[in-house]
């Protein structure tokens, strides 16, 4: 019989009967709970909701950008121009890309106080890490810096002077990229002409220009009037520190202000930005070298300006998808074959955006277990790690 035909029914319940409802209902109980809260496997059940949705996203991303993206040049070009890489040429595009991501840090380095120098390789891990959450996070370089901003002061770095750092990296290396746009305009356009997109680029490069401009003032003129507005703006939020803002903000406006006056320390952070965004771009000529054809280096500082400037806009996290379309519809316009620039630029990104994802994975795990540290405080980290990961992972044994 039917179980809703038994309840239906007429007449007393003995305990039998009612010992098959109460189990018919929990086995629908059961069920419900089944349908609502289905286990995870494999590798869903180690990651979390948020990590593996946004993996979701970024190897979909992975796949139009390298299977469907190519094939817009062409296939049959695509297969005869990899045919011809040269792998050399291939290395020596990781090994200068690499060699931009130690000027980074080095520019890190030069703007941390002398009593708070790092090693290089902390620095690196740092900034290598970094760059793989403003890579995956919707916040994008927000997202990043504030998980630098934790990794720098757990390193032993007082939260000013990482502020500090953090405030000068950013404009200092904005304001040299613009240098390097429109130097590279002012070479390019008496041979190549004007183009609209020139115009767009240049706005934006004024309007980050502009924000920095202010934020210095901000930092060396009206330190006090901002610090004032900060803290009664934390007064109406909870859990926000008034005052302590306030002094931060202040003691980073001071460090600042003398930053100013040591002309050796400006110029020699100047001169690691520089090269920073000059390695970057050799490293783009060299990928579209590898496939047969090298592009002018103002015409490719032009595209490189313009494609980093646009991707300050938050549109994407690290720019996917605004610095591929950029750097390819210009460098075509200077007249390089389409199917070369479109895997030189593939290529190019391949090392720039995707390997410092798994990369700052592995150097945000070496940070954690930094044989530095006490052997206490390691253990903490590890199991605070394998806590936010669950899963199978996710005990409380120091392993």
């Known amino acids: 019989m039917v179980k809703g035909e038994a309840v239906n029914q007429p007449g007393p319940v003995g ?11 929990d086995a629908d109980s059961d069920s419900a709970a089944g349908a609502t809260h289905k286990p995870r496997h494999g590798l869903r059940s180690i990651l979390p909701a948020p990590i593996w949705q946004v993996g979701r996203l970024l190897f979909l991303a992975l796949i139009v950008e390298y299977l469907v993206v190519p094939q817009l040049a062409g296939p049959r070009k695509v297969i005869h121009v990899i045919t011809q890489v040269n792998p050399l040429l291939l290395l020596a595009g990781v090994a200068l890309e690499a060699a931009s991501l130690v000027a980074y840090a080095e520019l890190t380095r030069s703007v941390l106080p002398s009593e708070h120098k790092l090693g290089l390789f902390t620095v690196m891990r740092i900034q290598v890490t970094t760059l793989s959450v403003s890579h995956c996070a919707p916040g994008g370089s927000a997202t990043g810096s504030a998980l630098g901003y934790r990794l720098f002061t757990q390193a032993g770095v007082a939260g000013s002077d990482v502020g500090f750092a ?110 920073n965004w000059l390695l970057d771009a050799a490293s783009l000529m060299v990928f579209v070298g590898a496939f047969g054809r090298w592009v002018n ?103």
């Open 15 to 25: 305990p039998a009967s009612l010992g098959a409802v109460l189990s018919g209902a």
């Open 166 to 275: 953090l405030a000068m990296q950013g404009i200092g290396s904005a304001v040299v990229l613009n240098v390097i746009l429109w130097v590279a305009l002012i070479v390019s356009i008496p041979v190549w002409g004007f183009s609209a997109v020139y115009l767009i680029a240049a706005a934006v490069g004024a309007l980050l220009l502009g924000a920095s401009a202010f934020l210095l003032f901000l930092f060396t003129r009206g330190e006090d009037r901002v610090g004032s507005a900060m803290e009664r703006a934390a007064a109406r939020l909870p859990f926000v520190d008034g005052p302590a803002l306030r002094r931060s903000f202040v003691q980073v406006a001071h460090r600042l202000q003398e930053f100013g006056h040591q002309r050796r320390l400006m110029i020699r952070a100047g001169l690691w930005a520089t090269a």
């Open 297 to 399: 280096p103002d015409g490719l500082l032009v595209a490189y300006g313009l494609a980093n400037v646009l991707a300050v806009i938050p549109f994407t996290p690290g720019g996917l998808g605004v610095i591929e379309i950029t750097l390819t519809t210009v460098l075509v316009g200077f007249g390089a074959p389409r199917s070369v620039i479109t895997l030189g630029v593939l290529g190019y990104r391949l090392v720039n955006f995707w390997a410092p994802i798994p990369v700052g994975g592995l150097a945000y795990l070496s940070l954690q277990v930094d044989p530095g540290g006490p052997k206490e405080e390691r253990k903490s980290r590890m199991r605070s790690i394998r806590q936010r990961l669950g899963g199978p992972f996710g005990g409380d044994g120091d392993g």
